[in-house]
Nanobody, 124 residues
Framework: VQLQASGGGLVQAGGSLRLSCTAS????????MGWFRQAPGKEREFVSA????????YYADSVKGRFTISRDSAWSTVYLQMNSLKLEDTAVYYC??????????????????WGQGTQVTVSS
């Protein structure tokens, strides 16, 4: 499975961005896709995830009410709509995918497939 992330950029605080992550290859084996982010000097942290068959969604407390994860009907593209962006949202955002629903979706160690990352920079 290959993942291609896009949609990052520079935005002012309070603005919005939408990230996309498209999966290709053995996509039939993917059951959950998620987003993580990593700011300079910090560990990679969970942002959001969605189960592709049941539409169950997961969010970090820091983004609840501001970010929305969704998927397309073909189960191959996942979107992260980011509203009311804050300076602390600045990071490289990575999409991830996995074929197993049994483990915690919040742990980066769970995911077998990773995209290349897209930079999100929020300015004041």
């Amino acid at each position: 499975v290959q993942l291609q992330a896009s949609g990052g950029g520079l935005v002012q605080a309070g603005g919005s961005l939408r990230l996309s992550c498209t999966a290709s290859g053995r996509t039939f084996s993917v059951y959950i896709m998620g987003w993580f982010r990593q700011a300079p000097g910090k560990e990679r942290e969970f942002v959001s995830a969605i189960s592709l068959r049941g539409d169950r969604t997961y969010y970090a407390d820091s983004v609840k009410g501001r970010f929305t994860i969704s998927r397309d009907s073909a189960w191959s593209t996942v979107y992260l709509q980011m509203n009311s962006l804050k300076l602390e949202d600045t990071a490289v955002y990575y999409c991830a995918a996995d074929g197993d629903l049994s483990d915690s979706p919040y742990s980066a160690a769970k995911y077998d497939y990773w995209g290349q990352g897209t930079q999100v920079t929020v300015s004041s």
